[in-house]
């Protein structure tokens, strides 16, 4: 029987982890944690490794907690940071945690009456129910004395820090200890005995776990995963626009889509053993697929459908994929207005009178230059000259082609592309 440990390794989710863990995993039904940054209203690309591993735990039988960080938040974790963040307010972090919680409720069932109770229900808990409440003595005295400051200067993150010019804050040298604090609090609360996360929260772990070992005498353990990269070295989560958030109003399903479905040949593989739920037999065709015939992107495809079915549901899959197919067919001008509105609801638009489309109509060289997608005309007309811009997904190769109003979409609308994925909406006014 395949167990938990299993599932991550043939996955490639385990970079260290803590002797014994196997076999409390197989002994006994484990409450495992992992927390989240609480610093944005929504959680991104780059949190979905962790809230899946918590999913994934739950789905083997053991009770996962998710803790959203409402008293770190107001401190800051300097691993993998070169500078300290801005601090949040109360009110700040707490409109981000509602936004956080609605997101974590997709993947983990936290059990309602409504339904049939669960052995194993999510939890979803503040860290700030108990650091808000300790004073600075009992924390010194109960926790502060078991570390010492070169077990504290030893630890990765701390070590970069000191070494840049940015240096480091009291503030985010007492974050380890915070966080320590916590894998004693949920340890207390709830036999919390294991705590997952990124390869750069180790430190942070083991301190959490030397801390139950010193105070509780018993033993915990730690889980750290790969940090994701791309095969070209881009920071995962990033797309030419920015973060790719989970909230839709961040960041539209159709964006999100094909954030996915654009995912390198290299990388496809292994996004789709971190970040859906297909077994390893669907895996395995989707990589023969991919070697055989790698320009039907038969995996994409999969990846982009499974993981936003996940976050944004099956209807905005389907909502996507049509999209995705208007996006590059040629039949865009069959849609009226406001569909194409909807296709491109987050691409840059340029409102231009229609009276400049009437008679012979405007010159693609003036628009091009005119809504800024080319710096000037004669840039323009050697874009043109080299095949590079499209109208409504139509090459447009002579620099003296004219657009009239009757050609426009609708009436209303010119879709202007500039080489492959810069598109521009021109409403005609």
Not at 54 to 71: S, T
Not at 275 to 301: H, M, Y
């Amino acid at each position: 029987m395949t167990t938990l440990l299993d599932e991550f390794t043939w996955r490639g989710l385990i970079y260290d982890a803590t002797e014994g863990l196997a076999d409390a995993l197989a002994r006994e039904r484990v409450t495992a944690y992992i927390g989240f940054d609480p610093t944005a209203s929504s959680l991104h690309v780059g949190s979905l490794l962790m809230m899946m591993a918590l999913a994934r735990l739950q789905r083997f039988g053991h009770a996962p907690i998710a803790i959203v960080g409402g008293g770190t938040g107001m401190i800051g974790d300097p691993s993998g940071k070169s500078s300290e963040r801005v601090l949040l307010s109360p009110d700040v972090l707490e409109a981000n945690l509602a936004g956080i919680r609605e997101q974590l409720e997709r993947f983990l069932d936290f059990g309602s009456l409504q339904t049939a109770p669960i052995p194993n229900p999510a939890r979803l808990v503040d860290n700030a129910d108990w650091l808000t409440a300790i004073d600075l003595m009992s924390f010194l005295r109960d926790t502060g004395k078991h570390f010492t400051v070169n077990y504290l200067l030893a630890k990765e993150s701390v070590k970069r820090r000191l070494e840049s010019e940015e240096g480091i804050s009291y503030t985010e040298f007492s974050y380890l200890l915070l966080q320590a604090y916590d894998f004693l609090q949920l340890f207390d609360r709830y036999n919390c005995t294991l705590q997952l996360g990124g390869s750069d929260q180790w430190g942070n772990i083991t301190a959490g776990i030397d801390l139950i070992r010193k105070l509780r005498a018993r033993k915990a353990h730690g889980l750290v995963m790969p940090l994701v990269t791309t095969a070209s070295g881009v920071k995962f989560g990033k797309s030419e626009t920015g973060t790719v958030w989970l909230d839709p109003k961040r960041t539209s399903a159709f964006k999100f889509y094909q954030f996915w479905l654009n995912t390198e040949d290299r990388d496809v593989l292994t996004y789709l053993k971190y970040f859906t739920f297909l077994e390893r037999a669907a895996v395995e065709d989707l990589e023969r697929a991919a070697r055989t015939a790698p320009e039907k992107r038969e995996a994409q495809r999969v990846l982009a459908r499974e993981v936003t079915a996940l976050v944004h549901g099956r209807d905005q899959v389907a909502r996507a994929e049509h999209a995705s197919s208007v996006l590059f067919g040629e039949d865009i001008g069959t849609l009226d207005a406001e569909e194409v509105l909807a296709v491109f609801e987050d691409v840059p638009s340029s409102a231009v009178s229609a009276n400049e489309f009437a008679g012979n109509g405007l010159g693609v060289v003036d628009l091009l230059a005119r809504v800024q997608l080319a710096p000037s005309k004669s840039e323009a007309r050697r874009l043109v000259q080299s095949g590079g811009v499209y109208v409504n997904n139509r090459r447009i190769s002579d620099p003296n082609t004219r657009l009239r109003r009757d050609q426009a979409i609708g009436g209303r609308l010119f879709v202007v592309r500039k080489g492959q994925k810069q598109n521009h909406i021109v409403r005609l006014t």
